[in-house]
């Protein structure tokens, strides 16, 4: 991923604002950019400005006669250059944003256009362009179309192709230039074609149809295998491992386990190497903390955390949480899908995660007035799935079931494809459905048992009861017997 220079100085004093004569920009456009001069280390320089997600002015951008380029300021979150000038109100809608790679290319744009519609530039040329999209996609997603007018050369094309992944299905379009960018277009006189062009711009989309006999490459390249084992031998036996593209359902009822497990494979993927994204929207951040580092020192801290010392805690948050491989959401109940999904796009393309957590769906439809749940769980379980089709991380999902006829699942009732919520649009869209049951009404033995069921499994068909784990009151784990690891697997069914 392209990284940003650090703060290197503070802020230049502004800024003689003035028309870049030799680039065709007048005084009016410069001025509506705030883009000038100033002086920077003896020398003069052109200066733009940059503003974070709350638009305060944090960085400015550098660049001296020779073309050189630097930074100073805060460049760590930072919006789209000259977003704060349109419109800002999300779901009000808009036409159209043009999006270009730098800032002469943004005002040359709106010059053409008498500086009427919204135009933007990425902070860092093309190299940027997936990050600063991502970040600031809830914004672009207001308008109805985003044109990516970047350079003709290779990288700029390159750079926009890749781009579209990040951008709302249907909506994204590229402005295929005839010269080198859109400045040399202004510089040439060909302000009304550059418009043209614009305006004409479709959505672009590889429509995806390819001729089986020009995919013999495709099919002898090396297949991905599981980008991480599972801690659980059976599970780990029958799945063949967790995959990255895959969206793996959990379910159980109420209170039977589902935190615990999603908590212990956090752990096992941190420990793993993994980038592990993780919205708990059932607890607080401290809450998933306080289990996710219990399990690294095989304690429940979070029924008493004074049975490890401070020095203790803080060794177990570096272990699990040192290498910044792990991206919390710090939100407690439901929230819009849309926004969700926005968050979980941004963990993927900005963040690199490998997997993200969503506990757990319900609620996350639970908010949402007058609508009818199981067109809400269908609406949003697809949208999910796009989202892991599109970036390629692993999602584990989290579901309640709908109560059964006969034993219920909190009495030890067994799983089943037909308890999820809705109409049956979980089952078909995951690639894995891992259920939990567990007797909460029993004997002691039979309360601390969680018996792990796979219920569908796209990749191998195997499918049935795996693991059985066990509650360890002490350490606060769910573990699994020695027996298991030197005995035969069971056999499953299909």
Same mark, same amino acid.
């Given at each position: 991923?392209?990284?940003?220079? @650090?703060?290197?100085? @503070?802020? #230049?004093?502004?800024?003689? %604002? ?8 007048? =005084? ?14 003896? =020398? ?52 159209? +944003? ?7 290319? /943004?005002?040359? %744009?709106?010059? *053409? ?16 362009? =997936?990050?600063?999209?991502? /970040? ?42 005839? &010269? ?6 202004? *510089? ?25 006999? $020009? ?56 420990? !793993? ?40 805690? !803080?060794?177990?948050?570096? !272990? ?58 269908? #609406?949003?379980?697809? !949208? ?17 079931? =709908? ?17 999820? &919520? ?26 601390? $048992?969680?018996?792990?069921? +796979? ?24 573990? *699994? ?14």
């Amino acid at each position: 991923m392209e990284v940003l220079p @650090p703060v290197v100085t @503070p802020l #230049l004093d502004f800024i003689n %604002v003035k028309p870049l004569a030799s680039r065709g920009i007048t =005084k009016e456009t410069a001025a509506l950019f705030n883009y000038g001069y100033s002086e920077y280390n003896g =020398k003069t320089v052109q200066v733009s400005e940059f503003r974070n997600q709350q638009g305060t002015v944090v960085a400015q951008h550098i660049r001296d006669k020779e073309k050189r380029f630097a930074w100073v300021g805060d460049t760590s979150s930072m919006q789209l250059w000259g977003q704060h000038l349109w419109r800002q109100g999300i779901g009000r809608g808009g036409l159209m +944003v043009v999006v270009t790679e730098g800032e002469i290319d /943004a005002m040359s %744009v709106s010059q *053409v256009q008498d500086n009427k519609f919204p135009v933007v530039s990425l902070p860092n040329g093309a190299q940027s362009a =997936k990050k600063y999209l991502a /970040a600031n996609q809830q914004w672009l997603s207001q308008f109805e179309r985003i044109i990516l007018c970047f350079d003709s050369d290779e990288p700029g094309q390159k750079a926009a192709t890749e781009a579209l992944a990040v951008l709302p299905l249907g909506k994204a379009a590229i402005c295929h230039l005839p &010269r080198k960018d859109a400045n040399e277009m202004l *510089v040439n006189n060909e302000g009304h074609l550059l418009r043209d062009l614009i305006w004409q711009s479709t959505p672009s989309r590889p429509d995806g149809i390819v001729n089986a006999v $020009e995919q013999w490459e495709e099919l002898i390249k090396p297949q991905a295998g599981a980008a991480c084992d599972y801690a659980w031998p059976e599970l780990n036996h029958m799945t063949r491992g967790f995959r990255k593209g895959e969206m793996l359902t959990l379910c159980a009822g109420s209170g039977i386990g589902k935190s615990s497990i999603c908590r212990e494979w956090a752990h096992h993927f941190l420990s !793993k190497g993994m980038r592990v994204g993780y919205i708990a929207l059932e607890e607080s951040i401290k809450r998933s903390m306080q289990g996710i580092i219990g399990i690294e020192l095989n304690k429940p801290i979070h029924l008493d955390p004074d049975l490890v010392t401070p020095q203790e805690m !803080k060794v177990g948050f570096d !272990k699990v949480f040192g290498s910044g491989r792990c991206f919390l959401y710090n939100h407690f109940g439901s929230l819009d899908p849309e926004h969700l999904i926005d968050k979980i796009r941004y963990l993927a393309d900005v963040e690199n995660v490998d997997v993200v957590f969503l506990d757990h769906l319900t609620i996350v439809i639970s908010g949402l007035a007058e609508v009818d749940e199981r067109r809400a769980i269908d #609406l949003t379980c697809t !949208k999910l799935r796009q989202v892991v089709e599109q970036t390629g991380i692993g999602l584990v999902l989290v579901s309640h079931l =709908k109560r059964p006829e006969g034993r219920n699942h909190e009495e030890g009732g067994q799983t089943s494809l037909s308890h999820l &919520r809705g109409s049956h649009a979980i089952a078909q869209l995951s690639d894995m459905v891992v259920g939990a049951e567990r007797n909460q009404q029993g004997d002691m033995s039979q309360r601390n $048992e969680l018996q792990i069921r +796979v219920l569908k499994n796209r990749f191998s068909g195997q499918t049935g009861q795996c693991d059985k784990l066990l509650y360890d009151m002490t350490t606060g784990r769910l573990v *699994v017997p020695m027996s298991s690891y030197f005995g035969a697997p069971k056999q499953t069914h299909h």
